[in-house]
């Protein structure tokens, strides 16, 4: 039986990290933290200011999709203004955090935004890798082009957009991504709560650790042995310990 850490309360948790969040923005202050065991959460506010620049940043973010994206990618993805996708068989999407006991840590409410939070926590649900042309239809992604214009298209996109007046395009996102019920901020400090807790308590690191027994040649078991996952035959998720 593998024993859990207890999970901190709600209240404790967002304080810890707010915590790292200041000290970290201190000078000097990340070099005296990576020596604390309050490293380990040195990536979340490192994470959500990559995404908070992106998402406040005057130029346009363009995602060109020629391969498998999930996890952490496809969180990032969702975060730039515009996705390209290759329409090929290779190109897949999967968000397989719901199949070894984890949240979302910066994307969820953004995919909630562009497909609706109903087909959001599907998609998780299922933890199945989704087509291309699903993608494209459930509004993941903009536009599909032929792999050997994925580059190309992307970069006239970006050139074209380059000509939009880069104050406009920073208060328009604005528009988009702050004027919500809650900040960017909030959100994601939200969001990436959730996901240190899960981490630090639960079936989650055993799960994990399943996880990344699997891996074959260093390619995700998620591409090359899905379907147990999916079925959930590997790891129990539901009680306090994970089987072998």
């Given at each position: 039986m593998c024993g859990v850490g207890r999970p901190l309360s709600d209240q404790a948790l967002p304080n810890l990290l707010r915590a790292v969040d200041v000290v970290g923005a201190v000078?000097?202050?990340?070099?005296?933290?990576?020596r604390t065991p309050l490293s380990q959460f040195l990536s979340v506010p490192r994470f959500n200011q990559v995404v908070l620049r992106v998402m406040r940043s005057p130029a346009v973010y363009i995602a060109a999709i020629g391969g498998p994206c999930?996890?952490?990618?496809?969180?990032?993805?969702?975060?730039?203004?515009?996705?390209?996708?290759?329409?090929d068989e290779?190109?897949?999407?999967?968000l397989p955090e719901l199949l070894i006991g984890l949240t979302t840590t910066v994307g969820g409410q953004r995919?909630?935004?562009?497909?609706?939070?109903?087909?959001?926590?599907?998609?998780?649900?299922?933890?199945?890798?989704y087509s291309p042309q699903e993608a494209h239809q459930m509004g993941l992604v903009n536009r599909l082009?032929?792999?050997?214009?994925?580059?190309?298209?992307?970069?006239?996109?970006?050139?074209?957009y380059a000509r939009r007046n880069r104050?406009?395009?920073?208060?328009?996102?604005?528009?988009?991504?702050?004027?919500?019920?809650?900040?960017?901020?909030?959100s994601l400090q939200r969001e990436s709560t959730a996901n240190v807790a899960t981490i630090l308590s639960g079936p989650a690191p055993q799960a994990?650790?399943?996880w990344l027994n699997t891996q074959r040649n260093g390619e995700s078991v998620f591409l090359?042995?899905?379907?147990?996952?999916?079925?959930?035959?590997l790891v129990q998720l539901n009680t306090e310990e994970v089987h072998p």
């Amino acid at each position: 039986m593998c024993g859990v850490g207890r999970p901190l309360s709600d209240q404790a948790l967002p304080n810890l990290l707010r915590a790292v969040d200041v000290v970290g923005a201190v000078p000097g202050g990340e070099r005296a933290l990576e020596r604390t065991p309050l490293s380990q959460f040195l990536s979340v506010p490192r994470f959500n200011q990559v995404v908070l620049r992106v998402m406040r940043s005057p130029a346009v973010y363009i995602a060109a999709i020629g391969g498998p994206c999930g996890g952490g990618g496809l969180e990032m993805s969702v975060c730039f203004d515009v996705r390209l996708a290759a329409d090929d068989e290779s190109v897949g999407f999967i968000l397989p955090e719901l199949l070894i006991g984890l949240t979302t840590t910066v994307g969820g409410q953004r995919l909630a935004q562009l497909i609706g939070p109903a087909r959001a926590l599907e998609m998780m649900l299922e933890g199945r890798m989704y087509s291309p042309q699903e993608a494209h239809q459930m509004g993941l992604v903009n536009r599909l082009v032929p792999p050997d214009e994925l580059i190309d298209e992307a970069k006239e996109l970006g050139a074209r957009y380059a000509r939009r007046n880069r104050d406009t395009i920073a208060a328009q996102k604005k528009v988009f991504n702050e004027n919500l019920v809650l900040s960017p901020a909030e959100s994601l400090q939200r969001e990436s709560t959730a996901n240190v807790a899960t981490i630090l308590s639960g079936p989650a690191p055993q799960a994990l650790q399943k996880w990344l027994n699997t891996q074959r040649n260093g390619e995700s078991v998620f591409l090359t042995d899905l379907a147990p996952w999916i079925q959930g035959e590997l790891v129990q998720l539901n009680t306090e310990e994970v089987h072998p």
